[in-house]
């Protein structure tokens, strides 16, 4: 028998499973990339970005650096630097598709991370 009112009518209670959905990751996220350097040559850095029209920001310029040099097919027989950790940083967010080259290249050249091949890209870049 129907009530007139559905609020009187006797229900079951519904289960909802209630299982945390993983969000996803965005296609065009960037990722970081951190490099030492010595506090001359953050200042060559912040010269070289002010005079290539960056307005002496390390984070565009950089990311600049990255992508021109790992795009070029000579970047693989770049010199050794000595790399030693400063304290002093210079960071950048870079493309998926640059890291991955870069990842390439720690491997190829057999160092034990993408920060040591990120410092020598940038020291040949740079000639520093």
Known sequence: MSTLNPMFEKFKPVKVDMKPQRRQQRSD???QVIVPVTSSQKLEIARLSFSKGHSGEFHSFLADVYKLSVERDFIRHAKDKKYIETGIY???RVHRNVYEKLIELKVEWGLRSVKQAAHRI???ELQL
């Open 90 to 92: 210079v960071s950048t």
């Open 122 to 124: 940038l020291m040949n």
């Open 29 to 31: 996220k960037k990722l």
